[in-house]
């Protein structure tokens, strides 16, 4: 048998999520995991920005307060709060899967589903709190 041949006939990647993998929650769950994983390290350089802001004074600070309270600003930091409470909870399950709880079909679509429930009530309570302390 060829190479050519040995390579057709083996199966298609399930990574291949569209026309050859049906999405499922945990798959969703661990893309999700990742990708937020990339905006907090893009929000650390937010963060480097406000430290900055406030370290160099008033006439550096203004720019950020300005930035921070427009639209795209709040909306920014909304979708860093929730990445941040997700990837913290979702760290919690894969540290649990690490010791070897969770890991049956049930168990892991109800701590999915958890996470997901928890990470966006948790996103509201932090911006709850962040707004009623004159927060963006």
């Not at 905006?39 to 370290?55: E, R």
């Not at 004074?57 to 309270?69: E, I, K, L, Q, V």
């Not at 109800?110 to 966006?120: D, E, K, M, P």
């Amino acid at each position: 048998m060829s190479e050519a041949n040995t390579r057709r006939e083996r199966p298609l990647s399930p990574f291949m999520i569209g026309p050859y993998y049906k999405p499922q929650l945990t798959s969703v769950l661990s893309i999700t995991h990742r990708a937020t994983g990339c905006f907090l390290a893009f929000g650390a350089f937010l963060l480097a920005w406000w430290l900055y802001a406030i370290a160099a004074g008033p006439a550096a600070y203004d720019p950020f307060a300005s930035f921070a309270h427009s639209l795209v600003g709040k909306l920014l930091l909304l979708g860093l709060a929730w990445s941040l409470v997700y990837h913290w909870l979702n760290g919690i399950r894969h540290l649990l899967w690490d010791i070897g709880w969770g890991f049956e079909i049930p168990r892991a679509y109800a701590t999915g589903w958890t996470v997901v429930a928890l990470s966006l009530v948790g996103t509201a309570a932090v911006w709850f709190v962040a707004m009623s302390h004159g927060g963006p």
